[in-house]
């Protein structure tokens, strides 16, 4: 799908990015148009990627190209490099020069080795400190110059906020699918406690503990031992089949 255009002037980009987020279909879908229209807004020969972390672990969630992921995975790799930087401080950080480059001395020859000359890192400040970074590159030297680095900041303050949005809807779609797993899982087992209680003729805690016993005994989950309970007085494993409410 093509991205939606937008204006160097500027006010067009939230417009744009909220566009974008409306549009694709899914996270990934949107993290990759959103790398492919801050390209747009760069010098000729522009490459972006997207860093996240979380628990203290550096990821690359989408990229333009498959150099831009090369480069930020030497940053990984070699533990640092300015969108580590970036992360760690909130800060921007650009090297006008991979050849020359006094910092990160380990990362900056291997990406000249690759033929980037030019990095730059702008932090995703969310609500509660930096969510990411966008990482630039290019191969020519000094391409992000004052001018460049002021429009592309403006640009990176208002895609930190479509980023920060889909991760919180990406995290909140995750936490939909676990609660519909727990309540799955605890339908079967509430399945065999009835059970238990109708063949044992005892109440629930009863049931329960039976159920519980048993599945330490076996070194099963309780899940597991449920659904074999279900599945042999019911035919038919949990899930199986549609379920038809009796009319």
């Not at 409306?22 to 879908?29: E, H, K, P, V, Y």
């Not at 460049?148 to 208002?158: D, K």
């Amino acid at each position: 799908m093509s991205s939606p255009s937008i204006s160097p002037a500027g006010p067009a980009w939230p417009d744009a990015l909220l566009s974008l987020l409306l549009s694709t279909g899914t996270f990934d879908a949107f993290l990759h148009e959103l790398t492919v229209l801050t390209v747009k807004t760069l010098p000729e020969d522009s490459r972006c990627g997207i860093t996240i972390t979380r628990d203290s672990h550096a990821a690359t969630i989408a990229n333009s190209d498959a150099l831009t992921l090369a480069i930020d995975e030497i940053q990984y790799r070699t533990g640092e490099g300015p969108c580590l930087e970036a992360v760690a401080d909130g800060e921007i950080h650009y090297i006008a020069d991979t050849s020359d480059e006094r910092r990160w001395a380990a990362f900056c020859a291997e990406a000249f080795a690759h033929g980037v000359r030019s990095c730059l890192a702008l932090p995703l400040l969310g609500p509660f400190g930096p969510v990411g970074t966008l990482n630039l590159y290019n191969s020519r030297p000094d391409a992000f110059d004052t001018v460049a680095q002021a429009r592309i900041g403006r640009f990176a303050g208002n895609a930190a906020g479509a980023v920060a949005l889909a991760l919180r809807i990406a995290d909140q779609t995750k936490l939909n699918e676990d609660l519909r797993a727990t309540l799955a899982s605890r339908s079967v087992i509430d399945q065999a406690i009835g059970i238990v209680m109708a063949q044992q003729r005892c109440p629930a805690p009863v049931a329960f503990a039976t159920l519980s016993r048993a599945s330490q005994n076996r070194n099963l989950k309780m899940h597991d031992l449920a659904a074999e309970i279900v599945t042999a007085v019911g035919g038919q494993a949990p899930g199986s089949g549609p379920f038809e409410p009796p009319g």
